[in-house]
């Protein structure tokens, strides 16, 4: 005797979704007791389910099979090879009964009432009923010992087709900025997922024939001010796992997002970069990622979208890119655009050679256009291996041994040149030739 497990029989969910595009659904069923039952059919899983990671716990299963032979015009035709259906053509208002002869390439029968070969007849093809043993739905069947009394069998299993990644948006206004945080959920299981307990995995998972295995082990989550937006963070087995604290519906072929941060008036800084290229300055969004300007939490990879609020009040889109893993208490730095009103220029001015040394003098004219005060980065790098700085108009920070960084401020409407000169060693060269 058959018994057939369904949705309605479960009483828990839980699901947990990996970065690597997978998911592992964990589900408690009541199975009754009833000594004549020596098969279940477990439905309602998702037809991406991985059949060897099937864990089955409160049941002594003796033999398990995974049936997929779903509904298909392909395969459902097949069923009815050398059985008579009806074609129905609406604009003729006419019907003709055909014995199904092949289904390869063409639809080919012959008329019961004539003998005719039809080839590809026109008109709506009416079946009898369903064959038995074609499925609408994937399967697990499994062969069992006699259940004597009411068990409570957990089933979990992975699944391909699931999917988690993390967005923000960020509103600028004056000075200050809201950060709000978002999980995207994907699925394309095969299932329906409904009110389920649901976790997201971190940390770097070796699947077989995987070449590229996603590590990021980057905590992600804090507790958000908004109570229905928590994710509980704790370590598991090496990787990092988030909760959230209420049951999450997610149908197949979904994407739902989630709130999981907002953090309110955190201070920002807009600034400007070029390099030796450049025509337009690069726009830069920083932030400090620090308990003293409200954040101080892991923050996750994902895209950053950039509102500001304009002199109407209206808040517009300003550009985008994407956070890396970021630890608490470091900064969080963006390019988000090019400034229209900076205008930079760069060229090499001069190059003397006065014995083993080679002087060369490099010029940045930078227009700020504005009409307010900005304040430009200057990054510039220096081919040579052995240098030294002789004379700079500006300040300047060593970034790498062959990287300059220069701070100009530049009030509204006007024009600063940095002009700098170092002295490279030539030595090594000469020696060589």
């Known amino acids: 005797m058959k018994f057939h497990s369904m949705r309605q029989q479960q009483t828990s969910l839980s699901l947990t979704v990996y970065n690597d595009g997978f998911g592992l659904v964990k589900e408690t069923r009541m199975i009754p007791g009833n000594k004549e039952v020596t098969e279940i059919e477990f439905m309602d899983v998702a037809s991406e389910i991985e059949v060897d990671s099937v864990l089955i716990e409160g049941l002594h299963v003796l ?6 032979d779903l509904v298909s015009k392909e395969r459902l035709l097949e069923k009815y090879l050398d059985e008579v259906i009806t074609v129905r053509n609406a604009e003729l208002d006419e019907e003709m009964k055909i014995r199904l002869l092949t289904i390869s390439g063409n639809i080919i029968g012959e008329r019961v009432d004539t003998g ?7 008109g709506q093809l009416i079946l009898p009923a369903l064959p038995a043993g074609l499925l609408t739905k994937p399967v697990l069947t499994w062969k069992i010992k006699a259940v004597e009394q009411d068990l409570e069998v957990k089933v979990s299993y992975l699944t391909q087709g699931l999917e988690w990644q993390t967005s923000y948006v960020a509103e600028i206004s004056g000075s200050q900025l809201t950060l709000t945080g978002w999980i995207q959920l994907t699925n394309h299981s095969g299932i329906d997922l409904l009110e389920s307990r649901l976790k997201l995995a971190a940390g770097k998972i070796n699947r077989y024939m995987d070449a590229h295995p996603i590590n990021s082990r980057a905590k992600l989550f804090a507790k958000s001010e908004e109570p229905e937006s928590f994710f509980e963070e704790h370590s598991f087995a090496d990787h990092h796992s988030y909760t959230i604290d209420r049951p999450v519906s997610i149908l197949h072929g979904q994407k739902k997002q989630i709130g999981f941060l907002k953090i309110r008036e955190a201070a920002f800084r807009k600034l400007y970069k070029v390099e ?13 990622n620090t308990t003293t300007n409200k954040l101080g939490i892991p923050l996750h990879k994902g895209i950053l979208k950039v509102y500001e609020q304009d002199q109407d009040g209206e808040m517009e889109f300003i550009g985008e890119n994407v956070i890396s893993h970021t630890a608490a208490q470091q900064k969080v730095s963006l390019l988000i655009g090019e400034a229209f009103d900076i205008v930079s220029k760069s060229w090499e001015k001069k190059r003397d050679k006065r014995g083993n040394f080679e002087y060369v003098t490099y010029v940045y004219k930078l227009q700020n256009q504005k009409s307010e005060y900005v304040r430009i980065e200057v990054d510039h790098h220096i081919p040579d291996r052995i240098w030294q700085m002789e004379s700079s108009t500006h300040d300047y920070e060593l970034k790498q041994s062959d990287e300059l960084e220069f701070r100009v401020h530049i009030p509204a409407n006007k024009t600063v ?8 060693d030539r030595t ?4 060589h030739r």
């Open 428 to 431: 090594a060269d000469n020696r």
């Open 116 to 122: 005719d070969i039809v080839i590809d007849p026109i």
């Open 63 to 68: 033999e398990q099979s995974y049936d997929s």
């Open 276 to 288: 030796a290229d450049s025509k337009q300055a690069k726009v830069i969004m920083e932030f400090d």
């Open 417 to 424: 040149e940095v002009e700098f000169t170092y002295k490279v």
